[in-house]
């Protein structure tokens, strides 16, 4: 395991170079909790809820199943019972060309409320992936994050599995708002379909950054991360239209021998999206200096092999709506009811991101 300080991996060592103490007010609640990501709105003002499902496209349905179910302790579940008319609902609503054919199944942790769902789509035709390679300076969606209670174990059985990472188990010194050390472990595995996964862990008593499991150590998805272009557009996207807050929002230079395998001295911008309220569900984004970033192989969005869209749940559909046409916001199909397998009725849209990175919205319908 390679230790180092500093280092500005992610986040952390951002948090750890603000002063301490006396920049928060004794009932700032990132004062309370000694945690810099705590969050100072409530649940109830937020217009969108937490990140709810990430679709990730697939051919190669055993690999999945190997690193998600053996790997990240997940359970898989399907192929799901479809409906034809909600098949070709999905379809116009995610933008599927009708030559494509599809099984829907679950990857989720029953067992641990709270969570990210990954909605797997297993399609019939071989496809390209969005990215060309694991190089993480390609534009585009970059990781899953899986918080979980001993990341140095999950290193290990990780790569007893087969799968690599971008560099070695990486150890960290990160100051909490009283100026208090504490460590965060990290690695950034090399899952199927150039996607990467994020094992992490908050050591010395800090709350881990999703819901695990007590038992089995293992938690997540907590968040997930795209590596973008032109951030002020994205981000006024996700916090203009969906209504998340920034809660974090800095410039930086890569490390040597950083968990990112990236050269030392790249310098980015880093940039922490929530849900107001939440403590999971949270959205990263990476944007490189212009030179360093690499284009993707293939555009960012189903059905092309990899992370495809994000899906939030809202609690006002309309004003998601409004939003976007006053923002000018591209739509890939508007409002439409559905069933979906898992929550029932619902009514939908997809947005298209300043990436062109698709975004779907869903209210249910209370009966």
């Known amino acids: ?35 810099w990501l705590a969050p100072r709105s409530k649940p109830e003002e937020a217009l969108t809820q937490r990140l709810a499902e990430i ?5 190669h349905l055993d690999s999945i199943r190997l690193f998600y179910v053996q790997g990240m302790g997940m359970t898989l579940e399907g192929p799901l019972k479809v409906g034809r008319t909600t098949r070709k609902a999905q ?39 969005i990215h060309a390679s694991y190089a993480p300076l390609e534009l585009g969606p970059l990781s899953i994050g ?14 007893r599995l087969g799968f ?74 996700y916090t203009g239209v969906l209504g998340l807050e920034l809660r974090s929002d800095r410039q930086w230079r890569s490390s040597a021998h ?6 030392e001295g790249i310098p980015f911008r880093f940039s922490i999206v929530y849900p107001q309220g939440a403590r999971t569900g949270q959205l990263l984004f990476l944007d490189f200096d212009d030179g360093f970033e690499k ?7 189903v059905p092309y092999r990899g992370i495809g869209m994000w899906t939030f ?35 939908a849209l997809t947005l298209l991101s300043p990436t062109g990175f698709p975004v779907e919205v869903f209210q249910r319908i209370r009966s």
């Open 258 to 263: 950083s968990a990112l395998g990236i050269p």
């Open 55 to 59: 679709t990730l496209s697939t051919n």
């Open 1 to 35: 395991m390679r230790s180092k300080w500093p280092s500005v991996l992610w986040f952390w060592w951002g948090c750890a170079l603000l002063a301490p103490a006396q920049q928060l007010s004794p009932d700032d609640p990132r004062w309370i909790e000694q945690d």
């Open 146 to 159: 899986f918080p979980n209670l001993d990341q140095a174990k999950l290193d290990g059985r990780i790569r």
């Open 164 to 237: 690599s990472a971008l560099a070695p188990l990486e150890s960290s010194k990160i100051a909490r708002p009283d100026g208090q050390l504490y460590t965060i472990y990290e690695t950034i595995f090399n899952a199927p379909d150039f996607t990467h996964a994020v094992g992490i862990t908050r050591g010395d008593g800090m709350r881990q950054m999703a819901p695990v499991d007590s038992t089995t150590g293992h938690g997540g998805p907590g968040y997930s991360a795209q590596v973008v272009h032109r951030s002020d557009e994205v981000l006024a996207f």
């Open 295 to 301: 284009p993707a192989a293939r555009p960012p969005r």
């Open 313 to 347: 749940e809202t609690r006002d559909l309309a004003e998601i709506e409004r939003r976007a046409r006053a923002a000018g916001t591209p739509v890939l199909h508007p409002r439409i009811r559905l069933q979906h397998p898992i929550w029932g009725e619902i009514d």
């Open 91 to 129: 379809r116009r609503l995610w933008g599927i060309s009708d030559t494509l054919s599809w099984q829907q199944y679950r990857l989720h942790r029953p067992e641990v409320e709270g969570e990210i769902e990954i909605r797997l789509l297993v399609f019939d035709k071989p496809l390209p992936a």
